[in-house]
């Protein structure tokens, strides 16, 4: 592969131009119609120093703003991609662009996490302590997820390094998750029963109430789907009633099992809902304290709709017709419960 000429600046630094087995290409933005091949853009200005295969930062070697660079491999550390220039040397994603989506290259399968908080609360498994850290973990960054836990309350945990974890309330995951990427802990992530230790833990100061959240989660559920050019869902009065139910039930016991222990869908009788097909799914989501303004709880339950395929599925399943949502807050607790049932009556 042909290579160019380094130039040496008046302090010893390196600009480079080309270097080792990639190649510059030219000056120009980067774009998927112009090349055929994975590029990035430096756009860090006056240039963009590189970094070693460990993630260390070189000081004497630069590529100069607005030069376009074929990419090898791409690889992540430290909440960051990286994409390799030359063979021991990598550009890091923050000061660059590319024509391509770094999550599907030499990722296919690999599970990664992208912070989605300015300010996330990391759970220490080791010392069974909650902590805030967006200095290690800024928002945006994205990070190899070694494997997910579940706990009790349908709270969801991603392992980002040796006892390190973060919940999904904080981190959006680069994949439907699927039942083979999660582990069953009922008491993962619960210090007390209040988890009155975690960052923030403060009773709500919004004046939300459960039909306001209730109409807007109904409002996002309906826009995905008009999105996949899916009908929209109907409101119905039995579902609504009968997911209200749940959702207060959800703060005796989460999942699917009613505090009877009877099954949920025991709830929805023939003067409930006229079902003659059994063509229904609930979705049962716990939204956490700390995201109490309208906008923050709506975002966090579509996320989860994201995060795990089945209950997207559910979403855009073109055969279910109606819906009810059901909103309880737990004030004991300090958290929401979101139950969503979708349902098509049959013929």
């Known amino acids: 592969m042909k290579t160019h000429k380094i130039l040496h600046g008046i302090t010893g630094v390196s600009l480079l131009m080309a270097i080792g087995l990639m190649t510059n290409v030219r000056s120009a933005k980067a774009n998927a119609n112009d090349f055929n091949y994975n590029v990035a853009t430096v756009s860090k200005l006056p240039a963009a120093h590189l970094y070693t295969d460990d993630g260390v930062f070189k000081v004497s070697r630069l590529l100069v703003a607005k030069s376009d660079w074929r990419v090898g491999q791409v690889k992540i550390m430290n909440g960051h991609y990286f994409y390799q220039v030359s063979s021991h040397e990598w550009l890091r994603d923050d000061d660059s662009y590319t024509n391509f989506s770094p999550q599907n290259v030499n990722n296919e399968g690999q599970l990664l996490g992208t912070i989605i908080s300015k300010a996330p609360v990391i759970f220490n498994n080791s ?13 945006k960054s994205v990070w190899k997820v070694s494997n997910v836990v579940k706990n009790k309350h349908g709270e969801y945990f991603f392992r980002i390094s040796t006892n390190e974890y973060i919940s999904d309330q904080y981190m959006r995951s680069s994949r439907p998750l699927q039942n083979s990427d999660v582990k069953y802990i009922a008491d993962f992530g619960i210090v007390d029963n209040s988890d009155s230790n975690k960052p923030n833990n403060v009773t709500p100061v919004n004046n939300n109430d459960p039909e306001t959240i209730s109409e807007s989660i109904y409002s996002a559920i309906n826009t995905e789907r008009s999105q ?10 039995g579902l609504m009633n009968a997911a209200a139910t749940r959702a207060q039930e959800q703060a005796k016991i989460f999942g699917s099992v009613r505090p009877n222990g009877q099954d949920w869908t025991t709830i929805l009788t023939q003067q409930i809902y006229p079902h003659t097909q059994n063509n229904y799914n609930e979705i049962v989501n716990y939204i956490p304290d700390q995201n109490s303004t309208l906008e923050q709880i709506v975002a966090l339950n579509m996320l989860k709709f994201h ?19 059901g909103v309880y807050l737990n004030k004991t607790a300090n958290r929401y419960y979101v139950v969503e049932i979708f349902a098509n009556p049959g013929k």
């Open 228 to 237: 996949r050019g899916l009908a929209p869902l109907h409101h119905h009065a």
């Open 307 to 325: 995060n795990f395929s089945s209950q997207y599925a559910t979403l855009i399943n073109p055969d279910f017709t109606d819906i009810g949502i």
């Open 127 to 139: 010392s069974r302590s909650y902590l805030k850290d967006n200095t290690r973990f800024p928002e």
